[in-house]
């Protein structure tokens, strides 16, 4: 019997794909929100930076964080290495706002 005739297990995993994407959609999204209120934090430290004229960025709280990050990945059962991407990826972005908010341009990162 081909697929076509047997609609019952089709369903079934049309039904769990949905389900399951739903909840890839729901924590897509719960993750810009943790991204977006990250951001308000970090820039606030970006100004606190600034104000005081401290540089843009601290490689020794950078390196903490990795090594932190990395640790949380491996519990979590996630790759490492994936992990410490991810977070290469966002403190660049955040030096990069701390570089602005030094230079005084004046452009709001969050």
């Known amino acids: 019997m081909t697929s076509s005739s047997n609609p019952g297990p089709d369903e079934a995993v049309r039904a769990e794909l949905t389900a399951l994407r739903d909840s890839i959609d729901n924590i897509d999204a719960a993750v810009v929100h943790m991204l977006a209120e990250r951001f308000k934090c970090t820039q606030r430290v970006g100004r606190l ?62």
């Open 49 to 110: 930076k600034a104000d005081h004229r401290l540089p843009p960025a601290d490689p020794a709280r950078e390196a903490r964080q990795i090594a932190r990050l990395r640790e949380l990945a491996q519990d979590a059962k996630l790759d490492p290495a994936f992990a410490e991407k991810l977070l290469n990826f966002i403190i660049a972005e955040v030096i990069r706002h701390h570089e602005q908010l030094a230079g005084g341009t004046g452009q709001r990162a969050d």
